[in-house]
């Protein structure tokens, strides 16, 4: 899911490869792979991960994600804006583990590595319409996106 999104966002030209710095678990020959083929910025530093970046993708297993959030807590702040595609992960629980950030959902399918993706994005509890909109930007890269009304909207 990563890569293809990854694909469909620097094929749109809504990011440029050298401002993307990829991260995973273990992989260093995928890491490296992905330099070479992208020209982006590889780590294993949570730290310098955070402190140069402000949009966040976890793409990851939902059994990683504990440890995922764990790694970055502690470098999280207010002007983050965490996205996730963890299948079954709540913005409850990401938010639970890092705080008052913005945190928004999508929930891509698989027509994401052929650019024709149904995406449904939810916002968090301090995410805003700013966070949506950059997170529909990314996600439209790769085919229709649809907004989950919140919880707190629909009350």
């Not at 439209?140 to 649809?146: L, P």
Request: net charge positive; charged share 20%; glycine share 6%.
């Amino acid at each position: 899911m990563a890569e293809a999104l990854l694909r469909g966002i620097f094929a749109a030209g809504i990011l440029r490869p050298a401002r993307c710095i990829v991260t995973n678990k273990n992989n260093d020959d995928r890491l490296a792979r992905l330099s070479r083929a992208w020209d982006v910025r590889t780590t294993r530093d949570k730290a310098f991960l955070m402190a140069e970046g402000d949009v966040v993708i976890l793409a990851v297993k939902p059994h990683d994600m504990p440890t995922v959030l764990d790694e970055i807590a502690s470098y999280v702040k207010p002007h983050h804006l965490i996205v996730s595609v963890a299948a079954g992960v709540s913005t409850e629980i990401i938010e639970a583990r890092l705080g008052a950030v913005p945190v928004v959902r999508a929930m891509p399918n698989t027509s994401t590595a052929v650019r024709a993706s149904a995406t449904a994005i939810a916002e968090g509890r301090h995410a805003g319409p700013n966070h949506l909109g950059i997170v529909r930007q990314l996600f439209e890269a790769v085919g229709w996106v649809g907004v989950v009304p919140s919880r707190s909207s629909t009350s």
